[in-house]
């Protein structure tokens, strides 16, 4: 197949080699139909999807470990050996099929945005630990792809610096932070989480002193990352260490 043959026919066959991969329980009389088939060594195709399937929750990806590992405190319920269930049903959801690897399909999900909201329509783990263990997850691979090559997520905020995020979760707010390929992340004070979401911009009838917000700005650019950081005083670690 050639993306050659037209946008249309392009899709449509990357449809079919997606759901004879990934759709264990797909008719493989599949493989009669469309011409661009006849060419296609069926074994081969099999050979991938085996592979594909085994590995999708913990195949290593550039700059990314293993969605089990990223999810592990989301996981920790779910015994060792329902994962390649649990695997299976991710291959099936629509948040699956939405997401890819392909270098210049800026409209694709990555795989932890895809995962992620799984989790969510499966009610695995807690809400509060999902959202952690995405945000840690998505800033550590745009970290490693600042010009990603997939969407970004609508939570993640772009920065002239990179990205970030400010999350509440365990009853703590936390950061989540790139800059220059450096990654900030840990527990920040009420006043530096107001500067970040105002992006350093004091809005009218804040709360905070005109005095202590520029302090809390120079605070954060003196450490070269413009106006996004963690509280230097603010421990960071494992996000794992965050939560009872």
């Excluded at 002193?209 to 302090?215: D, E, F, M």
């Amino acid at each position: 197949m050639s993306p050659h043959d037209g946008r249309a026919a392009w899709d449509a066959q990357r449809a079919v080699l997606r759901a004879l991969i990934f759709d264990g329980g797909l008719d493989r009389s599949l493989t009669a139909g469309p011409t661009f088939l006849v060419r296609t060594e069926l074994r081969q195709v099999e050979r991938t999807a085996a592979r594909l399937g085994s590995d999708v929750l913990t195949r290593h990806r550039r700059g990314a470990v293993p969605l089990t590992e990223s999810f592990s405190g989301s996981l920790a319920g779910v015994p060792l050996e329902a994962h390649p269930m649990l695997a299976a049903r991710f291959r099936r959801s629509s948040w699956f099929a939405g997401h890819g690897e392909v270098p210049d399909r800026r409209d694709q999900l990555s795989a932890e945005e895809a995962f992620y909201r799984f989790l969510c329509d499966e009610k695995i783990g807690s809400a509060d630990r999902r959202l952690a263990e995405f945000a840690e997850a998505m800033i550590s691979a745009l970290a490693v792809q600042p010009c990603a090559a997939f969407r970004v997520p609508p939570e993640i905020e772009r920065a002239g610096f990179g990205y970030f995020v400010v999350i509440e979760a365990a009853g703590r707010t936390l950061l989540f932070a790139t800059a220059h390929e450096r990654i900030v992340r840990g527990p920040i004070d009420w006043m530096t989480a107001e500067v970040l979401r105002h992006r350093g911009n004091r809005p009218r009838g804040s709360k905070i002193s005109g005095s202590v917000w520029g302090a809390v700005n120079e605070r954060l650019a003196s450490i070269g990352l413009a106006f996004t950081t963690a509280d230097p005083a603010a421990p960071g670690g494992d996000p794992a260490s965050w939560f009872p």
